[in-house]
Every structure is written in structure tokens, then in C-alpha cells.
């Protein structure tokens, strides 16, 4: 009989162990065996035009196996765990093992060597034990507003809990097994005028929903949707620009994901830090050590900051891509860290990091603005020019115009065209650090790859001179 | 008495068992391999490639900081693998073989470690055939370039593809350009093929290009082709140049004098031809040597033995010396193996060299081995180590893995680091590199007769068995003068 946590959301540790046992106590004697039992339970609610449209306590529970036979290999998957299931499994694993042709190359080792989620600090029990009915709670405080105001809201409030067990018995006799889990909690709140004239958009995500209020992320959006009631049309151009730390983070994950020291030392000339090729040195020059943005940002990487770190892996440790500026320290991989630098201590990025801020609060940015515009998000961000980062999108739920250190009017939404290059190169100031919603949170049973799905991002609000918009578009 | 008897037939099971012995039950069942329950050729072949992996993980050197890509890439087969592969081959016809292409690469490996050289010829040639039937055009290419000489196949289309477009006869005025090095292409083709009259019809037809000035030496295209013309006489000539180098080193230098004038205008100096130069005396920090051991009957038998040894004069003086140059790196699979730049080359491999040395070992056990080598702060993708340690690491795979019957000589390399953050690493060249400064020392084998004079030194990208031809017979023309002597 198999346990499951309280009301059987997740399996257990000892749970997913006696599954282990038992499948591998149907394992044939020869070859390789990769078992991976993941369980997942996920509570979430989704409404629309101010009426749920769903409610989801969904959980979940694979088995998968990979059996490895010669140089050929098979895999089976079932969402049952019972002893017939589990039988099944292994044997169709082992049959597609021993029928397939050899044309699989046994020459990689299994991607056990990447797990790093094991003592992964991402587990909360608040957002563990936040149910589903707390959840419909807010959503119907929420709507009942809306509809009150007068205004439509949609959205979605979320928590996920989940956990696996990795098995890997590998072909020099090593056998390994993982445990991990892991929390997630999400919230996104639009609240549009029913008339199509105004959008207000606030969202957060966190490991521990502690960390935020629904309410008030509710209200924010309230807020903004009622601020950019009526928005009037405004001549494309450069502008002083604020950015809330949602806007920040899409163009900073930009510039984060090329500080890459691999493709441009290895001559990839096209890459954005990718600066020269030195004849008298025979090597490809990156950008490492060149002032990139302005003197005040720093970048960085830390596995132990809660916000942003989510593991303890022994590889992993701080990496300041972005110290006063200047490009510090980029991803490279261990092969490049070898030989290149004879040193064994890569700096392993991950996508989540954190900016620091300045102390420079909103109302002092707007009250120092003689003409400009507040934008809450740049959305639809796709790269134009890799060698600059020029990147292009659009603005959406909230642009507003300021004039004399006021907020005067809503503005229609622009299409923008700017490269982080350029804007954080042109900062006025820096305000306080957020974290900010994250729109690929992770969801679904673990994978092994768990980490790189992960984007936790904090960053602060930035005014920045000369933010270009390129056109104006008529959609709310 | 049931239950006695189910506690009995329980215990006779765990006894017979490995799995009651403590073993884990998954533990790598592949590491004994029994070959009697293999049943098809593939999967001893797929065995063979299991044990060479695993003897590669257990190898402590890099086992704790290489990435698991570049541990694999880099491996070297284990002496328990080569058994088994020779298992494998006396159940193989190699002429019908079928099997994945990895997997023949290994067992041509393999074939090449255990001197096997003409069954591994008749693999490449079974490889080519499966990749032409299959119409895998780019696996022609990439596996007989692992296995084979890498010109090969290229040529061997290429002298279909060219004779053809001879044949078409078209007006000398348009294809002039091409012309020169369409015959060359067709003469190096044809001695690929043994086909020599062709060879030698195509050399008297350049030679009748030039010298009645039908081809445009200014064109810098020509230029080229003239100096691959100048490649290929050389060979189809080799046997008359073998005369001149009986006598002496300065006589074979002349020889190819004559034969640059018959080519072109220009001074033979601009060929930079090494022949005839005296080779400065090697500078090594680190000395090893693997010396063969010498049988009951007085004959040397390949083997390894690796000592440290103290510094030597290299080229030994009155000797016939080869110096096989290794500082580029050398890999299994034929790209390089400890340094971070031969990865990305296709230079001739350790596994070619080390069989083509041993062969000459052999047939001239008089011949003084010298190789180079140098470091580079990191061995085989591993954790970083200090050049005594690289030097051991370096001595062992050169002189013990692959037997070489040879001193070591490596130099270590000194560097510098790119200044700031770059920090990364800036070899400076070795001694051995500023005193062969005319010759690649990336890979490749000089030869240096008893005065200190060299009268080879490579001429192709990667040791042809063509090189190595010209090399036994430049050995054997050098040794019967000193028998006459």
C-alpha cells in the first residue's frame, strides 16, 4: 500500500522508495536501469470576464523507466503505481531495449551528473498547505470587486507542490538515488474596463506565497486600470522613461543570458560580447572585463539568496556577472574553465539573479520628471540584432505620461525598439528591488533539468533617459 | 517441513547468486563479459565499446572534475578491451561485417593497436562500401577520415569526378587554370589507387605544361597546384631519389634540387626545404623513455615500461634518429588528445603515429626515438595539474599506453595570462618549436641521419601510409650506406 502525503497530494519519500523497490525487484539482471518517480499536485484557480472558468486540484503521479541494453535503450511511462502497472512498465522498457537496433551509441553518461536539485531550498509549507478553497476565496473577493467597480478582471491564483525520486544504476556500476521537492506559487491579476479603454496588470511568483498578498496584487492591478482609464494618443519618440521591475526584468534577462564567456572566446563574432580577434595573441577577445552598463548596476547570482538561489549543489556559487558595470564574470562552461583558465571553479549562471537597487522611490522619480512616461510592462520581447541585444515589443497594462513631475494622463500602448545595452547605459535612477512575476514558473511534474525552467528574478525600478518607441499601437 | 524446504531452496538461490554476495543488483552486469552468451557479432562489438568506456571511468585521473563529455571524448582503450576485441575479430569477417558505424570505428582502433594493419585496411574499405550502398555521402567522408588517410575518399571521387571533365576535352584556354591542378588531383588520386603509370603520365604531363610554358606560373592558383605538382613528382619520383640519398644526405638534397629546377624558376630556397639542415640538440625538462624488452632470441618485443630518465643528447650522434613531434596533441578517435587546441584539429593521431613507429621500431631496431611533447596545465580535460604532474600523466599515455619504443622529451611550456578578468592562458612556444620553426611541430615525424642532418621531414597534414612508405624506404636506404660504411 502506497503513502501519500495528507490528502494524497505528493508521495512521500519512503513512498516513492518502496515503489523503487519494487520496480527494480522486476528488473532483468543486465544492462543499465534509469527510474524516475514523480508525483505533483497542483491547486489552482482561473477566472475570467469576473466568473471562475476553473478550478483545478490537480495531482499527478509518474513512474518512468529507462532501461539501457547493449548499446540500445527503452523507456516506458505509466501514471499507475500499482504492482501490475510497475511490472508492465519495466518489462515493455526492457523489451523495447532488447528489440531495438544498436544504432544508439552507449557514449554519454545519463544526465544524473546534472542533478542538482537534491537539498534544493525551495520548499515551503505555507504554500504547501494553501488550499485550494483559500484560493476560490480570494478569486471570489477579487471578482466580487471587480463587478462592483464595474470592471473586468481575469487571471489566475496557483500553488504547486512536488517532488521526485531519482534512480540511476549506470554502466560502471554506480548506483544513485535522488530525492527532492520543491514549492511554487504563482498570481496574475488583469483587471480591463469593460468598454476595452483601460488594462491595469500586477502579478508575483515565489517559492513561499508568503512572501506576497493576493489583495494586494489585486489592487495594484485595480489601480493601474484605473489610472490608464482613457488613454490618449502621444507622438512615438525617445523618452525619459520610468520602469516598473516587471519592464527591468525583460530587458535585463536579455543581456543575463548573452554573458555567455563560450561563444565569443571561441570566436562566434555575431555574439553581443564578442569584441575583437588579437592576431599578436591568437584569441578571440570577449567582452570580460569592459564597462557594459552604467557604474551602479551590479548583477549577480547568489544560491543562497531565498528570492533567487534554489540550490546547494557544490558546483554552484555566486557568480557577480555585473559588478559597477562592468562584465565581471559570465557562464563558462567546466571544459572552457579547464583549459582555457587551468582553474576548476566555473562560474555556472543560472538564469535567475538579482540587480541591486538604489533608494530612489517611484514619486521621487515622477516628482524629477519634467516629461516622460511610466511603463508597468514590456511584453512581446523578441531580439532584432544579436550582436547589440536590439530587442523589440510592445508596451502593455500602463503607460502613462508624465509632465512636471506629475502624472497627467494615460497614453496608448507603443511599440518600442531599444537594446539593454543602450538603456542601462542611460540610467537617471535606481529605486527599490522587487521581485517580479515570472511567466514560465514552473509547473508539472519535476524534470531533471528542474533548474533551468527556473527564472527567479529581483530587480529594481529604473528612470531612464531616451527610451526609444518606435509606434503607436490601438490595442488596450 | 514445506517451509523447511522453501528456506533451503532460498538459501541455495542466494548462494549461487551474486546478488546475495553483497553485490548490488544492478551493478554494472557487463563488467565480465562472458562472449559465449553473445550471439551476434554487434553485440560483442557493443560489448567491447561498454568495456571502453568503463575502463575510461574508472580512471582516477580525471574521473572528479572532467566534464562527462570531455571524459568520454578522451579516453583511451583498455588493455581488458583489447582482449576482447580480438575475441570479437576471430569471430569477424571483415569483408561482410554490419554493424554501427561507431562501433567499427572502435574495432578499427583497435585493430590499429594490436598491428593488425591490413585487416584494418579491409575495415575501412568494408566502411567506405556500407557508407556508398547507403548513400551516406557525408559518412564516407567523416568515417574514413577518422579511420583512413582524410584525403582519401575525396580524391577517389574526386579522380571520377576529374576524369571525366578531361575527357570532355575542352579548349585549353578555359580550363587553363584548372588544368594544372586537375592533372595533379588525377596523379595523387591514381597513386592512392596504385594506379603508378597514371601517376607518372600525369607528372611527365605537367612537366611538358611547364616547361613549354603553357601554364601561367604568374596566377597564384598555379602557384599553388605547381608546388602540389612538385608534391607528386616527388613521390612518383621517390625511388629515383632514393639513389642520391644511399650515397648522402647533401646528394639527396641535390636530387630535389634538380627536381624543384625541372618545376619552376623560382630558387629552390623558397620551398623551405628542412633537408640537409643540422637539427639542433633537443631540450626537454622532463626525460622518459619505454624501452622494449629484448627477447630469448635477442629480438626487441614491444612493451612498456616507463622510467624517468635524466636528460639525454637527442638526436643520439652516429644514429639514425626519427623525433616524432606530439606537442599538438593526439586522440583515440584521431582529433587530440591533452591540449585544449589539438581538440579542435584533425592532425594525425597518436593511435597512426604510435603504430607507424612501432612498425619502424621493428623492421630498424637501431632507430633512436626521440618524441616531444609539452604541457599545458591540464591533461585529457581533467582537474588543472602542475607540468611535473601533466608529465607524468603525458609520459604514461605516450610511452605506456601506446607503447611507443621512445625517450620523451617535454618541455613545459611557459605562458601568461591574458591581463583583468580574461585571465585565460597564453602558451608561449617551447624551445623545440623555435628551433623546428620550418617544420610543423604539431604532429608529424623528422628524420635525422647519424650526422645530425635531417633528410625528412613530413610532407602531408596527416602520416599517409604512402609516408609512411617513403619513410621505411629513406630508412632503408640510409641504414644499407652505413652497412656499407
Redesign the interface.
Given at each position: 500500500m502506497i503513502e501519500w502525503d495528507n490528502d494524497n497530494r505528493i508521495l512521500s519519500e519512503s513512498s516513492a522508495q518502496k515503489v523503487l523497490d519494487e520496480a527494480?525487484s522486476y528488473?532483468g539482471?543486465?544492462?543499465?536501469?534509469k527510474i524516475v518517480i514523480s508525483s505533483w499536485w497542483g491547486g489552482g484557480q482561473r477566472w475570467a470576464r469576473n466568473a471562475p472558468t476553473m478550478t483545478a486540484d490537480q495531482r499527478e503521479v509518474t513512474f518512468k523507466v529507462e532501461r539501457g541494453i547493449?548499446?540500445s535503450r527503452g523507456q516506458a511511462e505509466t501514471n499507475q503505481i500499482d504492482s501490475v502497472s510497475i511490472k508492465g512498465a519495466m518489462e515493455v522498457a526492457e523489451r523495447y531495449a532488447l528489440s531495438r537496433?544498436?544504432?544508439n551509441?552507449?557514449?554519454?553518461?545519463t544526465d544524473i551528473?546534472h542533478w542538482d536539485f537534491e537539498g534544493s531550498n525551495v520548499w515551503s509549507d505555507v504554500t504547501y498547505n494553501r488550499l485550494v478553497t483559500e484560493n476560490a476565496k480570494s478569486v471570489n473577493d477579487i471578482t466580487h470587486k471587480s463587478i462592483e467597480d464595474n470592471l473586468v478582471s481575469a487571471g489566475y491564483i496557483g500553488n504547486t507542490a512536488s517532488t521526485a525520486l531519482v534512480y540511476n544504476?549506470?554502466?560502471?556500476?554506480r548506483?544513485t538515488t535522488k530525492w527532492g521537492r520543491v514549492t511554487s506559487g504563482s498570481c496574475s491579476v488583469t483587471v480591463r474596463h469593460p468598454k476595452g479603454v483601460g488594462s491595469g496588470w500586477a502579478g508575483q511568483s515565489s517559492y513561499d506565497i508568503a512572501r506576497w498578498d493576493v489583495e494586494k496584487v489585486a489592487d495594484l492591478a485595480y489601480e493601474k486600470c484605473k489610472l490608464s482609464l482613457n488613454p490618449v494618443r502621444l507622438e512615438p519618440g525617445r523618452y525619459t522613461t520610468i520602469l516598473e521591475p516587471q519592464a527591468v526584468a525583460t530587458l535585463m534577462s536579455f543581456l543575463v543570458g548573452a554573458l555567455n564567456r563560450v561563444p565569443p572566446?571561441s570566436g562566434r563574432a555575431s555574439n553581443p560580447i564578442y569584441q575583437i580577434f588579437d592576431s599578436g595573441?591568437r584569441?578571440h577577445?570577449?567582452k570580460?572585463?569592459v564597462k557594459l552598463v552604467d557604474s551602479r548596476l551590479n548583477v549577480y547570482h547568489d544560491p543562497q539568496d531565498p528570492l533567487v538561489g534554489t540550490h546547494r549543489s557544490s558546483l554552484i556559487r555566486k557568480v557577480n556577472m555585473i559588478t559597477q558595470g562592468?562584465?565581471?564574470?559570465g557562464y563558462n562552461?567546466?571544459?572552457h574553465e579547464?583549459?582555457?583558465?587551468?582553474?576548476?571553479n566555473p562560474a555556472i549562471v543560472r538564469r535567475s539573479y538579482r540587480v541591486d537597487g538604489g533608494e530612489t522611490s517611484v514619486d521621487e522619480m515622477i516628482k524629477s520628471t519634467r516629461r516622460g512616461l511610466i511603463v508597468a510592462k514590456l511584453d512581446q520581447a523578441m531580439p532584432v540584432d544579436d550582436a547589440s541585444i536590439l530587442l523589440t515589443g510592445v508596451t502593455r497594462d500602463g503607460l502613462w505620461l508624465i509632465e512636471n513631475g506629475t502624472v497627467t494622463k494615460s497614453i496608448r500602448n507603443f511599440r518600442w525598439i531599444e537594446s539593454p545595452l543602450f538603456v542601462f547605459n542611460n540610467i537617471e535612477q535606481i529605486g527599490f528591488t522587487e521581485p517580479v512575476f515570472n511567466q514560465t514558473w514552473f509547473r508539472g511534474p519535476l524534470t531533471i533539468n528542474f533548474h533551468d525552467s527556473l527564472k527567479n528574478v529581483v530587480v529594481p525600478t529604473m528612470k531612464v533617459r531616451d527610451f526609444q518607441f518606435s509606434s503607436m499601437i490601438d490595442a488596450i | 517441513m514445506k517451509i523447511i524446504t522453501f528456506c533451503f531452496l532460498i538459501f541455495l538461490s542466494c548462494a549461487l547468486s551474486s546478488v546475495c554476495e553483497g553485490q548490488t543488483k544492478f551493478q554494472a552486469p557487463d563488467t565480465i563479459p562472458n562472449y559465449a552468451s553473445y550471439k551476434y557479432v554487434n553485440e560483442c562489438l557493443v560489448a567491447v565499446r561498454r568495456l571502453y568506456s568503463q575502463a575510461d571511468l574508472k580512471d582516477s585521473i580525471w574521473k572528479d572534475t572532467a566534464s562527462p563529455e570531455n571524459r568520454l571524448d578522451q579516453r583511451p582503450i583498455s588493455p581488458e578491451a583489447i582482449k576482447h576485441g580480438r575475441t570479437c575479430l576471430q569471430s569477424l569477417n571483415l569483408d561482410t561485417v554490419r554493424a554501427a558505424k561507431r562501433e567499427l570505428e572502435i574495432l578499427g582502433l583497435i585493430l590499429l593497436l594490436v598491428d593488425r594493419d591490413e585487416d584494418f585496411l579491409k575495415l575501412s574499405k568494408r566502411m567506405l562500401d556500407l557508407a556508398a550502398n547507403e548513400r551516406e555521402w557525408s559518412d564516407i567522408y567523416n568515417t574514413t577520415s577518422q579511420l583512413l588517410s582524410s584525403a582519401r575518399p575525396t580524391r577517389l571521387t574526386g579522380l571520377k569526378q576529374w576524369m571525366e571533365v578531361s575527357r570532355l576535352n575542352e579548349p585549353a584556354a578555359s580550363i587553363q587554370a584548372r588544368r594544372l591542378g586537375m592533372k595533379v588531383q588525377i596523379g595523387l588520386a591514381a597513386l592512392d589507387l596504385g594506379e603508378i603509370e597514371t601517376a607518372k603520365q600525369m607528372v611527365g604531363d605537367i612537366f611538358k605544361e611547364i616547361q613549354g610554358n603553357v601554364v601561367d606560373l604568374k596566377s597564384s592558383e598555379n602557384r599553388y597546384y605547381l608546388n602540389e605538382g612538385y608534391a607528386l613528382a616527388y613521390e612518383v619520383m621517390f625511388d629515383e631519389g632514393m639513389d642520391s640519398l644511399k650515397v648522402s644526405t647533401e646528394a639527396y638534397k641535390q636530387y630535389l634540387r634538380n627536381l624543384w629546377d625541372r618545376f619552376s624558376d623560382a630558387p629552390f630556397e623558397e620551398t623551405q626545404e628542412v633537408t640537409g639542415l643540422i637539427s639542433p640538440v633537443l631540450v626537454g625538462k622532463y626525460w622518459y623513455k619505454n624501452d622494449w624488452p629484448v627477447d630469448s632470441n635477442g629480438q626487441i618485443q614491444p612493451g612498456s615500461v616507463v622510467t624517468k630518465s635524466n636528460p639525454e643528447v637527442r638526436p643520439v650522434p652516429g644514429k639514425i634518429n626519427v623525433l616524432v613531434f606530439l606537442g599538438g596533441g593526439c586522440h583515440p578517435y584521431g582529433q587530440g588528445l591533452p591540449t585544449q587546441y589539438a581538440r579542435y584539429s584533425s592532425s594525425a593521431s597518436c593511435w597512426r603515429i604510435s603504430a607507424i613507429v612501432k612498425r619502424l621500431k621493428k623492421e630498424f631496431p637501431n632507430l633512436q626515438v626521440t618524441v616531444l611533447t609539452k604541457t599545458f596545465g591540464t591533461f585529457g580535460g581533467g582537474k588543472p595539474v602542475d607540468p611535473e604532474e601533466e608529465a607524468v600523466l603525458l609520459s604514461n599515455y605516450i610511452l605506456g599506453f601506446f607503447s611507443m619504443p621512445a625517450v620523451q622529451a617535454i618541455s613545459e611550456t611557459e605562458f601568461f595570462r591574458l591581463p583583468g578578468l580574461d585571465r585565460r592562458r597564453v602558451d608561449l612556444d617551447v624551445q623545440y618549436e623555435e628551433d623546428f620553426q620550418n617544420i610543423r611541430t604539431s604532429t608529424g615525424i623528422i628524420l635525422i641521419d647519424e650526422k645530425g642532418k635531417i633528410f625528412h621531414s613530413f610532407i602531408h597534414n596527416s602520416l599517409k601510409s604512402r609516408e609512411e612508405l617513403m619513410i621505411r624506404k629513406k630508412l632503408s636506404a640510409v641504414f644499407s650506406r652505413l652497412a656499407q660504411n
Open positions: 527494480l528488473a539482471k543486465r544492462g543499465t536501469v547493449g548499446s537496433s544498436e544504432n551509441p552507449l557514449d554519454k553518461e551528473a544504476c549506470d554502466d560502471w556500476g548506483n572566446e595573441l584569441r577577445i570577449s570580460i572585463g562592468i562584465f565581471t564574470e562552461s567546466i571544459p579547464i583549459n582555457e583558465l587551468n582553474s576548476n | -
